[in-house]
């Protein structure tokens, strides 16, 4: 059963992001180690602290329902999520961006039903901007601003702005070849998703690997802000599968 988004739960879960967040940043600005994991991944303490708050801080605000982080699963702990509603938790979307020191990394939590996710927060800690989505709409708010409603636009006329990755951009400009494009903003993890929520871009194709926990919380705002991502053919972008992998998909507007 899903819980009840009322503003005190909502504002809970964005405090849980936060507190993430600031965890991060206290690593970030040290010369913290990097280690590799078996698919060939950085991973830091970063990660892992972060993490284990945002699952300690769940298991308390809502003890029904099971989570998967990507760490944990990684070591092996896979929740049984057959009930169908169930949080999808990436600590440190963006490690690579985070490794490099460039601030384009973000806290990704999601919640899933039914393969769809219907709430989403994206923390971006170094630039203290928060997005979160959901049966209420889609917002966004800087630390010590009013919370603003965001959408997603209609793409103008005269092209489109394409939010890509820095180091994934396999077959995109062939795929691009199709549309008229007048920008191209480049950054990292799902702050691309957030973007085109924002109406800030149009579209984001990706045609390499990612995760479900990459990319579920972005879907969760750009689908409240009235955006959609999709796999390339068109068909629905479903979480939950026996494999974590996610096929190619895009992102867009309106």
Known sequence: MLPDFNNAFVEALLDLSIEAGDAI????????????KEDSSP?????????????AGLAKLAPDIPAIGEEAFT????????????????????????????????????LIENGLPV??????????????????????????????????????NDGIVVAT????????????????VKEVIITGSSIK???IAAGEADLYPRLGPTSEWDIAAGHAVLAA???SITKI?????????????????????R
């Open 25 to 36: 940043l206290e690593i970030y600005h040290t010369d913290f180690d990097i280690r590799t």
């Open 43 to 55: 991973v830091t303490e970063a990660d892992e602290k972060a993490e284990a708050i945002i699952l």
């Open 75 to 110: 070591a092996g702990k896979r929740p049984d999520i057959s009930g169908g509603v169930f949080w999808l938790v990436d600590a440190l979307d963006g490690t690579k961006e985070f490794v490099n020191k460039r601030d384009e990394f973000t806290v990704n939590i999601a």
């Open 119 to 156: 709430f989403g927060i994206v923390h971006v800690p170094a630039k203290s901007r928060t997005y979160w989505g959901g049966p209420f709409g889609a917002f966004v708010r800087d630390l010590g601003v009013e919370k603003q409603a965001i959408q997603a636009r209609q793409p103008a």
């Open 165 to 180: 990755s820095r180091s994934h951009r396999d077959g995109e400009e062939e795929f691009l070849s199709d549309y008229r």
């Open 193 to 195: 998703i957030c973007l």
């Open 225 to 227: 802000a009235g955006g």
């Open 233 to 253: 053919d068109g068909s629905p972008f479903v979480y939950g599968k026996e494999n974590i992998l996610n096929p190619h998909f895009i992102a867009k507007g």
